[in-house]
């Protein structure tokens, strides 16, 4: 098959892992596109994103603009006489003017099964929700929000010790390998766009560390479901007095485990070497790794060794305010 000039869109590792498979193929890289380097980390130095870094170890011009409304960045844009841009967690609404330049037009990594989970967090918002399946659309970019036409999907299971983290490594290179299989069927005419079935779509709100503090009011199960969906960013946590504790790991209990659990939500039940029980407003939830204020994550043993006596039986978590 004939070699592509590829216009590359993206920021996070997510999008990194594509375009380093992009690179080991017979298609050309022209430009590569990603946005502004961001403050990061302590001393809040600019750091770059994972996808310029790819770029500029494989000496790809790199373009940084806050947005792509503009005359110039789009006559910039224009001058790679690419023959189709790939787009991968870029983090830019594209306009319409910028769709249409690529003669192929734009293609999107997304991390769903679309219609299901369009937006910013589909990883964790489909962890969150219970789905069993998630995978990856390839989409042809249109003015909306992740609305274009299906062109491929690639599924895979979600299980149940699933992370967010877990899953989005997956993605990643279920993405990586979706996109190359799509650029050769595109150029060779064999796909069929499907348009979505708006009836069936769910968004996927942007995260928001306020999300991350534990509810004791709700079910162990979607406690438990929040917290691997979290995991490792924003990270769940829960509050004790004026301590925050940060939960990476838990399990929901079985019945026979319940019987004690009629306690108000967020109230410890029992803290051993097993486990932190905590009554939730349906079920119990078991932490099994945690991280105090000032340490490290660890696990529940390690906790008892050093930690168990700011956390007694009987503790009362605090559950978000309403305010």
């Known amino acids: 098959m004939a070699s592509l000039r590829i216009?590359?869109?993206?920021?996070?590792?997510?999008?990194?892992s594509s375009l380093t498979a992009l690179l080991n193929t017979e298609h050309k890289i022209v430009a590569v596109y990603t946005q502004p380097d961001r403050p990061a980390g302590r001393g809040r130095k600019l750091r770059a994103s994972p996808v310029k870094d790819v770029a500029l170890k494989n000496d790809i011009p790199v373009f940084q603009?806050?947005?792509?409304?503009?005359?110039?960045?789009?006559?910039v844009l224009r001058s790679f006489d690419a023959d189709v841009m790939v787009v991968a967690a870029?983090?830019?609404?594209?306009?319409?003017?910028?769709?249409?330049i690529p003669r192929l037009g734009c293609l999107?990594?997304?991390?769903?099964?679309?219609?299901?989970?369009?937006?910013?967090?589909p990883i964790q918002r489909a962890i969150a929700a219970g789905d069993t399946e998630s995978g990856i659309t390839i989409m042809q970019m249109n003015a909306g929000l992740d609305t274009g036409d299906i062109l491929q999907l690639f599924s895979c299971p979600i299980t149940e010790k699933d992370t967010g983290g877990d899953l989005h490594d997956r993605l990643a290179e279920i993405g990586a390998t979706a996109i190359l299989e799509t650029l050769n069927n595109l150029e060779s005419g064999?796909?069929?766009?499907?348009?979505?079935?708006?009836?069936?779509?769910?968004?996927?709100?942007?995260l928001d560390k306020k999300e991350a503090q534990i509810n004791w009011q709700n079910s162990a199960i979607e406690i438990e479901r929040l917290i691997r969906a979290f995991n490792p960013w924003p990270v769940a946590y829960t509050q004790?007095?004026?301590?925050?504790?940060?939960?990476w790991q838990a399990q929901v209990l079985t019945l026979d485990s319940n019987i004690k659990a009629n306690s108000k939500p967020?109230?410890?039940i029992s803290c051993d070497k097993k486990g932190i029980d905590v009554s939730c407003g349906e079920g119990t939830l078991r932490i099994l790794n945690l991280q105090p204020s000032g340490s490290k994550a660890m696990d529940v043993a390690a906790f008892m060794n050093g930690h168990a006596k700011q956390l007694p039986a009987g503790s009362l978590l605090q559950n978000p305010s309403s305010t």
Do not use: C, M
């Open 7 to 16: 216009i590359f869109a993206g920021t996070p590792d997510f999008a990194a």
């Open 65 to 75: 603009p806050e947005n792509l409304k503009d005359s110039e960045a789009q006559d």
């Open 90 to 100: 870029y983090g830019l609404i594209l306009p319409q003017a910028v769709l249409d």
């Open 108 to 121: 999107n990594i997304h991390a769903s099964l679309l219609p299901r989970w369009r937006g910013a967090a």
């Open 190 to 206: 064999k796909l069929k766009p499907v348009a979505q079935d708006d009836a069936l779509a769910t968004y996927a709100h942007k």
């Open 240 to 247: 004790f007095e004026d301590k925050t504790l940060r939960i």
């Open 266 to 268: 967020g109230t410890v």
